[in-house]
């Protein structure tokens, strides 16, 4: 008699994220595809900013509060292999990192973001206190399976910043789920006026002032602008205020179906999975030429980039987009492409799965 092999057990797998707003949309993506695969058990320790609770202490160091609540977390949680999500949290980490085989997947390096002016703590404008943090992010770095850049600007800063060797560094991109994103109509719509759509949290820093500004100076009365931000604002004509969308809810998604151009002239990103919702959502886009933006927009075919901080340079490619319909369709095709071969989070994440599998059969 002879019997089927038995299945793999499910890896049981812990997932360490940090829980900032781009943080948290690549958690419940990646969440959403792992439900479906039956050879992976995931435990989501999710690592808030500010919840409320007094351990530790909300006036420590956000990497040292992070490390601390991922190690409570992960003794409680029996696992095989570890998912950090960013780095920061494996920094307090390095005997879990010793003991499982770990991906540490990363947006940017701590001197790309210094770079960028995001997230920039003491440790990187002091230049002694810089050399002996990018020596400790190193040390966990090396100690991980495998380090998945979001992108080859994050991977050449791993090889040049931090000594990681390239064999440890796999370019992998997060993704979003088709299926949630596609238009409903094979051709989308143009609406008079054209509609103008921005989305950023934190309306400053992503650029909503320069947009809101060259609205009010040469759009208004031309166009519409929809603005989905945390940051208050008064009401004006013209503009559309939305509150209270969240990442992925069906009301965010109709309004990206119902608008026709998306703008992002973020002063500094990392990699603005925004970008994505909007490119599969059929829409051209004008945004910053900053951090990973340039590889998931490509400038002439998708979008168009602008300079950061660069006014004339987002009048000029937003006009050039409101005046000519058919290439706004042209782009908002060419873009779902992209997301189509490049981000589907079902590809991606199945690629993390994979690895980890690889990583615990490798462990002696």
């Known amino acids: 008699m002879t019997y089927a092999p038995l299945p793999p057990a499910a890896l049981q797998l812990a997932c360490v994220f940090e829980q900032a707003i781009g943080h948290v949309t690549f958690q419940a993506n990646l969440a959403a595809q792992m439900r479906r695969w039956r050879d992976v058990a995931p435990q989501w ?15 420590l160091n956000w990497t040292v509060r992070a490390g601390l609540m991922a190690r409570a977390a992960l003794r409680q949680s029996p696992h095989d292999a570890l998912l950090f999500h960013t ?23 701590p001197l790309q973001n210094a770079l960028l002016g995001i997230y920039v ?3 990187q404008r002091h230049g002694a206190l810089r ?11 090396h100690r991980a399976y495998r380090v998945i850049a979001w992108s080859e600007w994050v991977r050449r800063s791993l090889l040049a910043d931090y000594g990681v060797p390239p064999q440890q560094v796999e370019v992998l991109p997060p993704g979003i789920d088709l299926s949630l994103w596609d238009p409903p109509d094979a051709e989308p719509a143009r609406h008079t006026p054209p509609r ?34 945390r940051t208050p604002l008064a009401p004006e004509p013209g503009v559309v205020l939305h509150s209270g ?24 990103d990392t990699f603005a999975q925004v970008l994505l919702e909007a490119m599969a959502s059929g ?16 400038h002439g075919e998708t979008g168009l980039l602008v300079p950061a901080g660069d006014a004339e340079g987002l009048f000029a490619a937003v006009e050039a987009l409101l005046q000519d319909p058919e290439l706004r369709r042209q782009m908002g095709q060419a873009g779902r492409e992209r997301v189509r071969e490049r981000f589907n989070i079902a ?11 690889q990583a615990r059969e490798e462990r002696p």
């Open 45 to 59: 320790l999710p690592l808030p900013y500010a919840d409320g609770r007094r351990w530790p202490p909300p006036r």
């Open 87 to 109: 780095h920061v949290p494996a920094l307090l980490c390095p005997d879990y990192l010793r003991r499982r085989p770990a991906l540490l997947s990363m947006d940017a390096t």
């Open 121 to 123: 703590g003491g440790s």
């Open 131 to 141: 050399r002996l943090t990018s020596r400790w992010v190193a040390a966990a770095l």
């Open 196 to 229: 103008l759509l921005f989305v950023g949290g934190d309306f400053q820093p992503k650029g909503g002032d320069l947009l809101l500004e060259c609205f009010r100076r040469f759009w208004r009365g031309r166009a519409e602008l929809h603005l989905v931000t």
């Open 245 to 268: 969308l969240t990442p992925n809810a069906p009301a965010l998604v109709r309004l990206f179906h119902r608008c026709d151009l998306f703008v992002l002239p973020t002063r500094g």
């Open 283 to 298: 829409l051209p886009v004008v945004a910053s030429a900053v951090g990973a933006i340039p590889e998931v927009v490509v």
């Open 347 to 357: 590809r991606n994440g199945r690629r993390l799965v994979e690895l980890l599998h």
